[in-house]
């Protein structure tokens, strides 16, 4: 079935580093993808999506590139600060108004000062 | 234009009892998603209302249930709770038109915290 299978976390890492997290999927058909943000004490929001293959999304200086041959999204980030810590979820959406969305497993992003 | 609204925000029940959750999606959206979240199991889909009909459906048991009123605004309702419905339940609304397949970026609330004893 459909499913998404995202790097475990916690991550840590200092500011200004470079980031990736790795975010593959099994679907049929050719679906969006999403990266959501979830700040502490939050709900979810959308980070970044791609509609299509080879699409590259990218919001707030964080960009994934959907890969159809390797069936990913990885999510990268050229030098982070310490307001991206938080837990990013990867995300694929399904139905036919693609409103019933299947989440990673979550990882949870700590950056360091 | 105001976000998805939750309401309680924090609710503590005990094993047996039943409890509503509400949310109130942003004007204009007619899709209403639900959303629980625990540490062991991450963010599984509960079900989603489109024009007050259940449009999709995850795979919980029948003690999780919901509805959706005219206005748009929907209830999820768990009826004998167990200690493992303790979770974040989230909502999300969307545009939600059907036809054509097309995304409608859903907008998540903040939350409802049910804690179970």
């Known amino acids: 079935g459909d499913s998404v299978t995202q790097m475990e976390g916690p991550v840590t890492l200092s500011e200004e580093a470079f980031l990736t997290i790795n975010c593959t999927y099994t679907a049929t058909g050719y679906p969006s993808l999403f990266w959501y943000v979830q700040y502490p004490g939050e709900g979810l929001q959308l980070l970044l999506k791609a509609t299509k293959a080879d699409d590259k999304g990218s919001n707030k200086g964080f960009e994934a590139t959907y890969r159809k041959e390797t069936t990913s999204f990885h999510l990268e980030k050229g030098s982070v600060q310490v307001s991206d810590s938080a837990v990013y979820f990867c995300a694929l959406p399904l139905g036919s108004s693609a409103s019933k969305i299947i989440f990673g497993s979550g990882t949870r992003l700590s950056i360091r000062p | 234009k105001a976000g998805v609204t939750q309401t309680p925000r924090y609710l503590i029940k005990t094993r047996g009892q039943q409890v509503t959750l509400s949310c109130s999606p942003i004007?204009?959206?007619?899709?209403v998603s639900w959303y629980q979240q625990t540490p062991g199991q991450g963010l599984q889909f509960l079900f989603e209302y489109f024009s007050e009909t259940q449009r999709n459906k995850g795979n919980f048991p029948g003690r999780f249930s919901g509805r959706q009123f005219s206005n748009s605004r929907s209830e999820m309702n768990v009826s004998t709770l167990e200690l493992g419905d303790s979770a974040l339940y989230l909502c999300a609304s969307s545009l939600g038109t059907s036809g054509r397949r097309t995304y409608n970026e859903q907008f998540f609330g903040p939350g409802t915290r049910l804690t179970v004893l």
């Open positions: 004007s204009g959206h007619r899709s």
